[in-house]
């Protein structure tokens, strides 16, 4: 009779399939565990304990789709973002640490025990709505995306974080929100110009397209929210928008234009450009 294999076997086997890629050493713990349904220290605890035939195979089924370039986040169903566990589908964009950045530009805006009326534009899985509400639970949170699908994510993030109250709306941009005005915006738009060959090419091609493509120099979806939200802002309130490092001069042009004060720009971790904020 064959014998199991072991953990320890088997995410040796996973790490060479993955060599290729980045991260094969850690994408092959994880996705052992995630079908153990046990953490990665686990992993390590048990590493000569042998597996079942049939989870065995399951491993290796999603071993083959990684090697094949699917995100990892889309095998298990979850990414961390603001230390907090997201459900994601492949009808979510897959929060990416940068939008941290956006998370903490907007907190260093809103007082700690501030109320104030805050709207995030394309929520996605919800993770700057969740985040936001998380650590400013007195704001009234309005979370909005043009995907139903996605906001169906967005809606069990909130709550599975017991922030229910997250208002979410189905809408085309502005679209649902006729006639109303927060204290300060928040937007990931998607901005990857249209002609970038890593949209065909690259992990980020199982992505929804809609999340990603910004139409002509990635700022299609920009160059439109910016004077749309001026009806939408109340007087002295903020906008705060995610960009390309390569965007910041287009986006302050835009947001000065359109009569916004007090432009700044901040740094993600990478050292790049990644937010720029405005005052109304
Ligand atoms: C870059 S993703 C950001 C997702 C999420 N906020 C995050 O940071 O991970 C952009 C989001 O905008 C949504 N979106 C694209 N076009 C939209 C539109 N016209 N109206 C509303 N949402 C839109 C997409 O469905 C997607 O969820």
Not at 238 to 263: A, I, K, M, P
């Amino acid at each position: 009779m064959q014998q199991a294999d072991s953990i320890g076997r088997l995410i040796a086997q996973g790490r060479q399939q993955l060599r290729a890629g980045d991260s094969a050493a850690l994408d092959a713990e994880v996705l052992l565990a995630f079908v153990l349904g046990v953490d990665r220290a686990w992993c390590y605890a048990h590493s000569d304990d042998p597996v079942r035939a049939n989870l065995a195979c399951d491993y290796r089924s999603l071993l083959g789709k990684r090697a094949a370039g699917f995100p990892i986040s889309y095998l298990t169903g979850c990414k961390e973002f603001w230390s907090m566990e997201l459900k994601v589908d492949r009808h979510t964009l897959i929060p990416r640490p940068e939008t941290e950045c956006l998370v903490e530009t907007a907190l260093e805006l809103i007082p700690e025990r501030a109320a104030l009326d805050v709207l995030d534009l394309g929520t996605g899985s919800g993770a700057i709505a969740v985040a936001v509400a998380k650590e400013r639970p007195r704001c009234r949170v309005t979370a909005v995306d043009i995907m139903a699908e996605t906001l169906a994510v967005a809606r069990d993030n909130a709550a599975r974080h017991g922030l229910s109250y997250i208002r979410f709306l189905q809408s085309d941009w502005f679209e649902a929100l006729p006639g109303d005005v927060f204290d300060i915006i928040l937007c990931n738009p998607p901005y990857v110009a249209s002609g970038y060959r890593g949209l065909a090419e690259d992990e980020i091609r199982h992505e929804p397209r809609i999340a990603l493509d910004g139409g002509y120099q990635g700022l299609a979806a920009i160059r439109q929210l910016i004077p749309a939200s001026l009806r939408h802002i109340k007087p002295g309130g903020y906008l705060v928008l995610e960009h390309g490092g390569d965007q910041t001069r287009s986006v302050r042009e835009l947001l000065v234009v359109n009569h916004f004060s007090g432009c700044g720009t901040r740094r993600d971790y990478a050292g790049r450009d990644r937010v720029s904020y405005a005052r109304r």
